[in-house]
């Protein structure tokens, strides 16, 4: 069974600062793609990343960067200088021969 | 950019009653996807559409629910007798079917039963 574990339900910083959400995800299967997903408080899902499991490059867009990592299954996703439109909730997604498994979501407070 | 639009964006109807929500893909999309989100919740997968007949669906996708691609344009969601617990905030998707990845979220169609 695919799986999706974010252990951080919530999370507050001080604009600025930067902060790491953490996804780890279990499955069997041997291609899957790993997403990143922004849920700002208006409720729209906003696509943000998606990697298959056969690219483990660190990608870098502005100030948001995602750590995969094959051998601890994690797919971490870092906010650079954090601002206080980052505040919403992630969430973490799985997709392999199965449809999108969502984690439970981080919600993120950027403090001014 | 194409985008994947829903309507209505908030829909209150009566326990017990039908309710359709609707949404246009993008219009060179093949994969079609339902999910929902229970306020505070995850979001979760109800099911999937691919050349005019269901692909996949979960064991929240009871024989409540429905799914239709009633013209070129449209993919709808039917609850037939809405219950208390059927309110959420629906979401459609679309994919080019390279494999079940949606990657095209609508906005959303908040449903609330009262």
């Known amino acids: 069974a695919q799986k999706v574990t974010q252990a951080q339900t919530e999370i507050s910083v001080v604009e600025k600062e930067d902060v790491t959400l953490d996804c780890v995800y279990e499955t069997r299967d041997t291609t899957y793609y790993l997403f990143w997903y922004k849920q700002p408080p208006s409720g729209e899902l906003v696509f943000l990343i998606r990697?298959?499991?056969?690219?483990?490059q660190n990608e870098i867009s502005g100030r948001y960067s995602w750590n995969f990592q094959k051998s601890t299954s994690s797919f971490n996703f870092t906010i650079t200088a954090s601002q206080v439109v980052d505040s919403a909730v992630y969430f973490c997604?799985?997709?392999?021969?199965?449809?999108?498994?969502f984690g439970k979501g981080t919600r993120l407070s950027v403090i001014a | 950019e194409p985008e994947v639009t829903q309507t209505p964006s908030h829909q209150v109807t009566q326990m017990g009653q039908e309710v359709i929500l609707r949404c246009v893909p993008i219009s060179n999309h093949l994969y079609f996807y339902w999910y929902r989100q229970i306020l505070g919740q995850k979001v979760e997968f109800l099911v999937s559409f691919y050349n005019n007949e269901i692909s996949e669906k979960s064991e929240i996708f009871d024989d409540q629910f429905s799914v239709e691609r009633p013209d070129g344009s449209n993919f709808t969601l039917k609850i037939r007798s809405t219950k208390l617990e059927d309110s959420a905030m629906y979401f459609c998707?679309?994919?080019?079917?390279?494999?079940?990845?949606?990657?095209?979220f609508g906005d959303g169609t908040r449903l609330s039963i009262l």
């Open positions: 998707a679309s994919d080019t079917g390279t494999g079940h990845q949606p990657q095209h």
């Open positions: 997604a799985l997709s392999g021969n199965t449809p999108l498994v």
């Open positions: 990697r298959n499991s056969f690219d483990e």
